[in-house]
């Protein structure tokens, strides 16, 4: 099962399953979850042979950082079996909003991961079970523009917010692109170019569950990727002359406009311009924004070309 073209998803598994055993938090697990995202970043996008081994290239030196040799016999469990583990977890809070999204992140990008590989092994979907259901009230964020994180959470949606009825993947994934496209400066901050990569992964996390054809979860986890998008739309009406309120423990005033990357994720420049280690993989943003983004872009057919663009300052900028 886990043979050379496939040992990342099985690496990338037992990070996210290391993380809380190892650290004490969910954070670790950023790293398994992006090791995932760039096997299936290479994989979807039809990457030139240059462009797939430097994003390998690149993977395989995170991994030598954060993968820890396993100690547990290794009893393999079935993708039916390791499912119903996770997704049994994940049910304790897809309707709410977690940490923003990394709850169903986590739990979506594992699924995939053991589709793909058809199966695991038991203790490590034990484990991811765990990091999963220890979201249980958790904040749903600790930067934002606007809002306390108090405040999100009693955020509720109406019909003045005009957001559209979503009923599956490809209408979610227009959504998000549009959403994207609308803004008209984007902040390097935790707050918001941060949360807007945020919007795109944990879309694109609700996406993979439809696609495996858990439609419930799709549908009751969109509520907490709405919250989000109306927190972000917020930051598009900013007037400069007023002061602008964040809360965060990371961001400062005054917010500083993101870099605008010269090159993007599927060209060759843009990974001869990458330090992972120097950047400690943007915490494993360098694979899971691409990924993210990508899928959007992939699924919809006329997507705005303003979104592309916006990606450009999402990313690490190259």
């Known amino acids: 099962m886990r043979d050379n073209d496939t040992a990342i998803l099985g690496d990338g598994l037992s990070i996210l399953s290391q993380s809380r055993r190892q650290t004490g938090d969910i954070w670790q697990a950023h790293y398994g979850a992006a090791a995932i995202a760039g096997y299936f970043f290479i994989k979807a996008n039809h990457l030139t042979g240059k462009v797939e081994e430097a994003v390998a290239a690149e993977n395989r030196r995170m991994l030598g950082k954060y993968l820890q040799p396993g100690t547990v016999t290794e009893e393999s469990v079935s993708v039916e079996s390791a499912e119903s583990l996770i997704l049994a977890a994940l049910d304790d809070t897809i309707d709410g909003l977690h940490w923003v999204g990394h709850n169903v992140i986590y739990a979506a990008i594992s699924l995939a991961a053991l589709h793909e590989l058809g199966g695991g092994l038991c203790h490590e979907a034990t484990d991811i079970a765990e990091l999963v259901s220890s979201f249980v009230k958790t904040i749903p964020g600790r930067s934002w523009i606007g809002y306390s994180a108090a405040e999100v959470k009693r955020l509720t949606l109406d019909e003045l917010d005009g957001i559209p009825e979503i009923t599956d993947g490809d209408q979610l994934s227009a959504f998000i692109l549009n959403e994207l496209a609308s803004y008209s400066v984007i902040y390097r901050a ?23 054809g858990h439609h419930a979860y799709f549908h009751r986890g969109l509520p907490g990727l709405l919250k989000i998008v109306k927190v972000l739309r917020t930051s598009n009406q900013l007037d400069p002359a007023e002061p602008i309120r964040i809360v965060s423990p990371v961001d400062r005033l005054p917010l500083v406009e993101a870099a605008r990357s010269s090159c993007l994720p599927h060209q060759s420049e843009y990974w001869a311009g990458i330090d992972g280690a120097a950047t400690d993989w943007d915490f494993g943003h360098l694979f899971k924004f691409p990924f993210s983004f990508y899928h959007h872009w992939n699924r919809v057919s006329g997507a705005p070309a303003k979104a592309m663009e916006n990606f450009r300052y999402i990313i690490h900028p190259v």
């Open 190 to 212: 935790e707050a918001h170019h941060d949360l807007m990569g945020h919007m795109l992964t944990f879309s694109h996390a609700l996406n993979i569950l439809y696609d495996l």
